[in-house]
């Protein structure tokens, strides 16, 4: 049994929240996979996966022209393809047309020249989709972020990688404000360190990690770039004399060897202050994690307070958002899940399982949810990426993780909560 911390993601929000109230003063080509086809996106400066992880696409730019190459390694073929550049001044797709293939066939790969519409090449700030048919099927980004997002296509040697052990693990977080910066920082000296047991959970791939305290539950991940686990950045509302604004958290570890482990919670009120807890862990006795066998059918899901930067947002403002009730689908192959499907939502009907965990879905921002407007007048265009932890079968918690796109971008998270209606 595990003993209770005095601090985790709920009470590091009240923590914060205290603090921040202490500072209110071409052509059409098609080729055999090959290494399953990944070569064929070569020198492709976008880069595009499928939550499924099956489909891959690459968008290589000379000039005004670009050309979009599909690499498919699933088991039928794709839809048509298709890409479309969005407007950031309506808020809407503007489609690309392309000498593009019909299908992409079974283990095959196929590419299509097109012109941008605009005549220019995309900026790295453009938001570009490929759909497949008539399926929202991904986000491209610029090859560099998509290489430090997306392990499971720049896959290195993992012995480059130290894994720690999964089992349960002693925990402890210094919390003195010695470790605060900023002009309005609380100024009295103040020591605390927090201190208990938790649990580990390493996935089979070592790419990411499911870490829980109590009944809280956090996923943590880690690119093909870096030995860090790391959290999402959560957001948290803080009032102040101007009005609400948005702090942070996020969570970060770094393994020494597979029993020990240096980490940080990095902290900012947005009003003045901010601080890099410090944390430490230590490895007590090995465990295999417990596959909750999820329950089918209706489930109810919601979200916290969510944000865009400085713009707050509703869950139905997002019309290709899951809320506020899914269908839930499991497919296991023999004992094992492989992914869930969330009733008929294309965009979000396919979150993977993390092998050797409970975490389904990623945090990759991959599916376009809508167009809202704000307060200031250009719209947003939504994009997002979902992970989900099952913490019984009758409960899953999680994130989604979001990215702005329009005349004035911006980031930001929201905590998601699943509850089983029907039961198993």
Same mark, same amino acid.
């Given at each position: 049994?595990?003993?209770?911390?005095?601090?985790?993601?709920?009470?590091?929000?009240?923590?914060?929240?205290?603090?921040?109230?202490?500072?209110?003063?071409?052509?059409?080509?098609?080729?055999?996979?090959?290494?399953?086809?990944?070569?064929?996106?070569?020198?492709?400066?976008?880069?595009?996966?499928?939550?499924?992880?099956?489909?891959?696409?690459?968008?290589?730019?000379?000039?005004?022209?670009?050309?979009?190459?599909?690499?498919?390694?699933?088991?039928?073929?794709?839809?048509?393809?298709?890409?479309?550049?969005?407007?950031?001044?309506?808020?809407?797709?503007?489609?690309?047309?392309?000498?593009?293939?019909?299908?992409?066939?079974?283990?095959?790969? $196929?590419?299509?020249?097109?012109?941008?519409?605009?005549?220019? $090449?995309?900026?790295?700030?453009?938001?570009?989709?490929?759909?497949?048919?008539?399926?929202?099927?991904?986000?491209?980004?610029?090859?560099? $972020?998509?290489?430090?997002?997306?392990?499971?296509?720049?896959?290195?040697?993992?012995?480059?990688?130290?894994?720690?052990?999964?089992?349960?693990?002693?925990?402890?977080?210094?919390?003195?404000?010695?470790?605060?910066?900023?002009?309005?920082?609380?100024?009295?000296?103040?020591?605390?360190?927090?201190?208990?047991?938790?649990?580990?959970?390493?996935?089979?791939?070592?790419?990411?990690?499911?870490?829980?305290?109590?009944?809280?539950?956090?996923?943590?991940?880690?690119?093909?770039?870096?030995?860090?686990?790391?959290?999402?950045?959560?957001?948290?509302?803080?009032?102040?004399?101007?009005?609400?604004?948005?702090?942070?958290?996020?969570?970060?570890?770094?393994?020494?060897?597979?029993?020990?482990?240096?980490?940080?919670?990095?902290?900012?009120?947005?009003?003045?202050?901010?601080?890099?807890?410090?944390?430490?862990?230590?490895?007590?006795?090995?465990?295999?994690?417990?596959?909750?066998?999820?329950?089918?059918?209706?489930?109810?899901?919601?979200?916290? !307070?969510?944000?865009?930067?400085?713009?707050?947002?509703?869950?139905?403002?997002?019309?290709?958002?899951?809320?506020?009730?899914?269908?839930?689908?499991? !497919?296991?192959?023999?004992?094992?899940?492989?992914?869930? !499907?969330?009733?008929?939502?294309?965009?979000?009907?396919?979150?993977?399982?993390?092998?050797?965990?409970?975490?389904?879905?990623?945090?990759?921002?991959?599916?376009?949810?809508?167009?809202?407007?704000?307060?200031?007048?250009?719209?947003?265009?939504?994009?997002?990426?979902?992970?989900?932890?099952?913490?019984?079968?009758?409960?899953?918690?999680?994130?989604?993780?979001?990215?702005?796109?329009?005349?004035?971008?911006?980031?930001?998270?929201?905590?998601?909560?699943?509850?089983?209606?029907?039961?198993?």
């Amino acid at each position: 049994m595990m003993k209770t911390l005095t601090i985790f993601i709920s009470i590091a929000f009240a923590i914060c929240t205290s603090l921040a109230c202490t500072s209110c003063g071409g052509s059409a080509q098609s080729g055999g996979g090959g290494s399953g086809g990944e070569s064929a996106l070569d020198g492709s400066q976008w880069r595009a996966i499928t939550n499924s992880g099956a489909i891959l696409a690459g968008i290589a730019v000379e000039g005004t022209t670009g050309t979009l190459t599909v690499v498919n390694n699933s088991d039928v073929a794709t839809g048509t393809p298709a890409v479309a550049m969005y407007d950031f001044d309506t808020g809407q797709p503007v489609p690309l047309n392309s000498i593009s293939p019909a299908k992409v066939a079974s283990g095959q790969y $196929a590419s299509a020249d097109f012109t941008f519409s605009d005549g220019t $090449a995309p900026a790295d700030t453009a938001l570009m989709t490929l759909t497949l048919g008539d399926d929202q099927a991904a986000v491209f980004m610029p090859s560099s $972020a998509y290489s430090d997002l997306s392990p499971i296509v720049f896959d290195p040697a993992l012995s480059t990688y130290i894994n720690p052990t999964s089992g349960e693990w002693g925990f402890e977080m210094d919390l003195g404000t010695e470790y605060l910066t900023g002009a309005n920082c609380p100024s009295t000296p103040l020591g605390m360190v927090s201190s208990g047991e938790c649990a580990l959970t390493v996935s089979t791939n070592g790419y990411a990690a499911a870490w829980t305290i109590e009944d809280s539950v956090i996923a943590l991940n880690r690119s093909a770039l870096s030995n860090t686990f790391e959290s999402a950045t959560y957001y948290f509302e803080v009032e102040s004399e101007s009005g609400t604004v948005y702090g942070i958290n996020r969570w970060m570890l770094t393994p020494s060897s597979s029993t020990a482990i240096a980490g940080m919670l990095e902290w900012n009120n947005n009003l003045g202050c901010s601080a890099n807890y410090p944390i430490r862990m230590n490895y007590n006795l090995s465990s295999s994690p417990v596959i909750h066998q999820l329950c089918e059918g209706l489930w109810n899901i919601s979200y916290s !307070t969510m944000a865009c930067g400085g713009n707050a947002i509703t869950p139905a403002s997002l019309p290709m958002l899951p809320y506020p009730q899914v269908t839930l689908d499991v !497919t296991y192959l023999i004992d094992d899940p492989v992914y869930l !499907t969330l009733g008929s939502l294309s965009g979000y009907q396919s979150l993977p399982n993390v092998g050797g965990t409970n975490i389904y879905g990623t945090l990759l921002p991959n599916v376009v949810l809508g167009t809202i407007d704000t307060p200031l007048g250009p719209p947003l265009t939504i994009v997002a990426g979902l992970q989900l932890t099952a913490v019984s079968p009758t409960q899953m918690m999680g994130v989604l993780m979001m990215n702005g796109y329009g005349i004035t971008p911006c980031s930001g998270t929201g905590v998601v909560m699943m509850t089983s209606v029907t039961g198993c």
